[in-house]
């Protein structure tokens, strides 16, 4: 078994920062690529940032600049810091993770809401 539990989301004014984390614990032999998803009401699911086992970013066009993906391997942790944030990244963040328990499987998180006031 696989969890994968975030942390940090919240309510900020907008030009705010926050912090984003997520823990991966099991049975875990390795974790290839993490990264964060959100999905707004009304839209689909869409790739905020990932990150490979050994650290190369990739980010979406609508976030580079402003987020910042990074993760701690011997946590099996990654992280989002979330800066100048708008309204428009109002959205449940999730966390997937790539991991190997017998086989490569993607595993997803709970969700996390951030909201961004205007």
């Known amino acids: 078994q696989v969890q994968l539990v975030e942390s940090g989301g919240g309510l900020v004014q907008a030009g705010g920062s926050l912090r984003l984390s997520c823990a991966a614990s099991g049975s875990i032999v390795s974790i290839s690529s993490m990264g964060w998803y959100r999905q707004a009401p009304g839209k689909q699911r869409e790739l905020v940032a990932s990150?490979?086992?050994?650290?190369?970013?990739n980010y979406a066009d609508s976030v580079k600049g402003r987020f910042t993906i990074s993760r701690d391997n011997a946590k099996n942790t990654v992280y989002l810091q979330m800066n100048s944030l708008k309204p428009e990244d109002t959205a449940v963040y999730y966390c997937?993770?790539?991991?190997?328990?017998?086989?490569?499987?993607?595993?997803w998180g709970q969700g996390t809401q951030v909201t961004v006031s205007s």
């Open positions: 990150i490979t086992s050994g650290g190369s970013p």
């Open positions: 997937a993770a790539n991991i190997r328990i017998y086989r490569l499987q993607d595993y």
